[in-house]
Structure formats: structure tokens, C-alpha cells
């Protein structure tokens, strides 16, 4: 038996390097364009309401046979966390997700895409503590990292959009 050294395995196991393995046509047609986006990233920034700074850590992945998008995602360590799972819908002839959460509420919501690398996703939220309703989000895929401006409905006025840039990663998100 050959000796596999430790970090061919670990390039092999790691959902970061995971993008060679996808490609386009492994993911139905409404979905082919988020191949790009497949794979770990994070993004360390400033709380808006003056709260510490915070690490976000994603990892999106081809499910269900290349018929859904689903991403996990932590805040610092577990502190936060979230599941999202992106379908076609045919009934609705649209894009859509639930996006679960370990704050207890969860928000549904559809995609619409811009272009090959930019999509806007609207959500309507149910549960929130926060007093947030609806929050409006676009993702776009700049130079190799997701550029991420998102903007919330908050007892019924817009926050202004924050903004975010996630680059690639290798680590892992946590929940506790």
C-alpha cells in the first residue's frame, strides 16, 4: 500500500477545494450560475449597532443531486449560525430558499438573478426579536471573493446597506 501524504487528503476533504469537483453541469439550469459561489468563504467586519467585530464563515455546496444550493454558515465560532436551501420552484417559475436559524426564527424568500456572477435575494422574515420583516441582499463574485451589500426592514423603515467582501477559506463553520 502507497503512502497518500496527509495534505493530498486534506486537499481531497476540503469543501474550499471542492469548485474543481462542480462544475456547471452538475447543477440544474436555474442553478448552473451559482457554481461559482460553490465552496468556503469568510468575512471579518464591524457590527453595525456597535457590537464586537465578528467572523462569518460559509460554505456552499451542491445538494440533492445538483437540484438545490445549500449553505451553512456561523458567526464566531457558533455564537450564530444559519442553513439555506435554494430550489426552482416550478409553481412559482422562480427562484427560491428558507433560511434556518440558531436565533429562532427563519425567513423565506426568493433569488433574482442580475447577471452570471451577481444575484439579488429578498426575504421575508418571521420570528425576529429585532423587529426585522424584510431584508434585501445582493451578492456579486469580484475578483475571486463575494462582495455582499445587504439592507434590512426594521419597524418598517430600511437600514442603510452594509457591506460586506467574503474571501476563500479553509475554515469550518461551528454551531454549539
Not at 451559482?34 to 468563504?41: A, M
Not at 460554505?59 to 444550493?69: F, S, T, V
Not at 438573478?113 to 441582499?137: L, P, Q, R, T, W
Not at 475571486?144 to 469550518?172: D, F, M, Q
Request: hydrophobic letters at 40%; charged letters at 20%; a negative charge.
Amino acid at each position: 500500500m502507497k503512502f497518500i501524504p496527509l495534505l493530498v487528503c486534506l486537499f481531497f476533504l476540503n469543501p474550499t477545494f471542492a469548485v474543481a469537483r462542480d462544475k456547471p453541469q452538475d447543477f440544474a439550469e436555474p442553478l448552473r450560475m451559482f457554481s461559482k459561489f460553490i465552496g468556503t468563504w469568510e468575512s471579518a467586519f464591524a457590527m453595525m449597532d456597535g457590537n464586537p467585530h465578528v467572523v462569518d464563515v460559509a460554505i456552499w455546496e451542491r445538494a440533492l443531486n445538483g437540484k438545490a444550493i445549500r449553505s451553512l454558515h456561523s458567526i464566531n465560532d457558533g455564537m450564530y449560525g444559519g442553513e439555506m436551501l435554494m430550489f426552482w420552484d416550478k409553481e412559482l417559475n422562480s427562484l427560491v430558499f428558507y433560511y434556518f436559524t440558531t436565533a429562532d426564527f427563519y425567513t423565506k424568500g426568493t433569488i433574482e438573478v442580475v447577471n452570471e456572477n451577481s444575484f439579488i435575494a429578498y426575504e421575508d422574515v418571521s420570528g425576529s426579536d429585532d423587529g426585522i420583516s424584510k431584508v434585501k441582499s445582493t451578492s456579486t463574485l469580484v475578483d475571486g471573493n463575494i462582495k455582499v451589500t445587504t439592507a434590512y426592514l426594521k419597524h418598517g423603515k430600511w437600514t442603510e446597506p452594509e457591506a460586506r467582501t467574503y474571501t476563500p477559506s479553509t475554515k469550518t463553520v461551528n454551531f454549539k
